[in-house]
T-cell receptor, first 119, second 113 residues
Framework: GAGVSQSPRYKVAKRGQDVALRCDPI?????LFWYQQALGQGPEFLTY????????KSGLPSDRFFAERPEGSVSTLKIQRTQQEDSAVYLC?????????????????FGEGSWLTVV | GNSVTQMEGPVTLSEEAFLTINCTYT??????LFWYVQYPGEGLQLLLK?????DKGSNKGFEATYRKETTSFHLEKGSVQVSDSAVYFC????????????FGPGTRLSVLP
């Protein structure tokens, strides 16, 4: 597609429920990022994929968070046993570049986000 | 580690006023610098960028110059419009991946007619 697509746009989950958030990056983009953005804050890094390899998951806040990108394109962020503090916007971003510095300065392109509310 | 500091908001201006949003960074080496904008209910959109010292990024009337000597990348616009109301994020990238892309906390701008 032309841009990064995320679904669902809005999700209300009951506490304890599992959720899955999908990201469809720009076609051909090597890098894929997940960020968490709490209300009124900047995005905080969760995890990074280069193709299908998850090279950095240091930002995942607990073992309830899991991300995958099995074929190097679409990615899913799964949150198990959701808690109220998980309420946030989950942003996916992609970039055409991998580890090396790209000519565009490693610009990353964001989707519109998945707004998760845990009640 | 790498970090970005922005002026605290919210910033409220009248239409056609001059805008400055300050941004300073801490990083080793030569990061690339970015401004992203987030309109209500939307994701982040790239506004402008600069990849080396003294570069000026510009887009939609906004400008920012990469100042290595002051480690700054202040955002400016000569005449703001109501449609510029949004949250503005300064960010840096060291290349590589993951935590090397760092965002500031954001500055909310409200432009009144």
């Amino acid at each position: 597609g032309a841009g990064v697509s995320q679904s669902p746009r809005y999700k209300v989950a009951k506490r304890g429920q599992d959720v899955a958030l999908r990201c469809d990056p720009i076609s051909g983009h090597v890098s894929l990022f997940w960020y968490q953005q709490a209300l009124g804050q900047g995005p905080e890094f969760l995890t990074y994929f280069q193709n299908e390899a998850q090279l950095d998951k240091s930002g995942l806040p607990s073992d309830r968070f899991f991300a995958e990108r099995p074929e190097g394109s679409v990615s899913t962020l799964k949150i198990q046993r959701t808690q109220q503090e998980d309420s946030a916007v989950y942003l996916c971003a992609s970039s055409p570049w991998g580890l090396r510095r790209g000519r565009d300065g490693n610009t990353i392109y964001f989707g519109e986000g998945s707004w998760l509310t845990v009640v | 580690g790498n970090s970005v500091t922005q002026m605290e908001g919210p910033v409220t201006l009248s239409e056609e006023a001059f805008l400055t949003i300050n941004c300073t960074y801490t990083a080793t080496g030569y990061p690339s610098l970015f401004w992203y904008v987030q309109y209500p209910g939307e994701g982040l959109q790239l506004l402008l960028k600069a990849t080396k010292a003294d570069d000026k990024g510009s887009n939609k009337g906004f400008e920012a110059t990469y100042r290595k000597e002051t480690t700054s990348f202040h955002l400016e616009k000569g005449s703001v419009q109501v449609s510029d109301s949004a949250v503005y994020f300064c960010a840096l990238s060291k290349g590589g991946y993951g935590q090397n892309f760092v965002f500031g906390p954001g500055t909310r701008l409200s432009v009144l007619p």
